[in-house]
């Protein structure tokens, strides 16, 4: 079974571009979500897809956004981007199944804004 | 909304012994709880999970974890430290499979 695959690993933008993460589901997973991590703290999260529509969300602006495709492979999009947006970005994939509930992240992708 | 706590940021052990990383969560409905673990420049891996059923759960690598309802908390332990343990540790709780909160995690170091 493959594992979730992130691109890019590493991403240097300047405020106010916009960027793209992509993110490969692992085969069967029907449901990815996204995560930022600040540098020392725990991931945050962002929001979650499931089926190609939006399944909850946290705490962040619009200017983040995402898309889920039928083959499972995901992107976040983050617009107008500002210096706090520095941070390792995790995607996980998952299989909403009962209690068969579980996680499989990413390595992730590694945000700097400068 | 649940949350997670994780009592002490910073853990340092000896190599053979104990590993306790306290975790305490808050959540309006039975939830579920999780540890991960995560190495330098890497994504997070699961340890284990509760879901429903035993409170005593036991992961990978030797770690457990008991679901204490009445003390809203999901202590990780492990009875012989070893060096490969250092890494940073993560708790986590969810109520409705739709979103996963993160504590702000415990970095475990070893000694020799």
């Known amino acids: 079974e493959t594992g979730v695959t992130q691109s890019p690993t590493h991403l240097i933008k300047t405020r106010g571009q916009q960027v793209t993460l992509r993110c490969s589901s692992q085969?069967?997973?029907?449901?990815v979500s996204w995560y930022q991590q600040a540098l020392g703290q725990g991931p945050q999260f962002i929001f979650q897809?499931?089926?190609?529509?939006?399944?909850g969300r946290g705490n962040f602006p619009p200017r983040f956004s995402g898309l889920q495709f039928p083959n499972y492979s995901s992107e976040l999009n983050v617009n107008a981007l500002e210096l706090d947006d520095s941070a390792l970005y995790l995607c996980?994939?998952?299989?909403?199944?009962?209690?068969?509930?579980?996680?499989?992240f990413g390595s992730g992708t590694r945000l700097t804004v400068v | 909304a649940q949350s997670v706590t994780q009592l002490g940021s910073h853990v340092s052990v000896s190599e053979g012994a104990l590993v306790l990383l306290r975790c305490n969560y808050s959540?309006?409905?039975?939830?579920?709880l999780f540890w991960y673990v995560q190495y330098p420049n890497q994504g997070l891996q699961l340890l284990l999970k509760y879901t429903t059923g035993a409170t005593l759960v036991k992961g990978i690598n030797g770690f457990e974890a008991e679901f204490k309802k009445s003390e809203t908390s999901f202590h990780l332990t492990k009875p012989s430290a070893h060096m490969s343990d250092a890494a940073e540790y993560f708790c986590?709780?969810?109520?409705?499979?739709?979103?996963?909160?993160f504590g702000a995690g415990t970095r475990l170091t070893v000694k020799p």
């Open positions: 897809y499931y089926r190609e529509e939006e399944n």
């Open positions: 085969s069967g997973h029907n449901t």
């Open positions: 959540s309006s409905v039975p939830p579920y």
């Open positions: 986590a709780v969810s109520e409705m499979l739709n979103d996963m909160r």
């Open positions: 996980a994939s998952s299989i909403i199944a009962g209690l068969n509930y579980g996680y499989t």
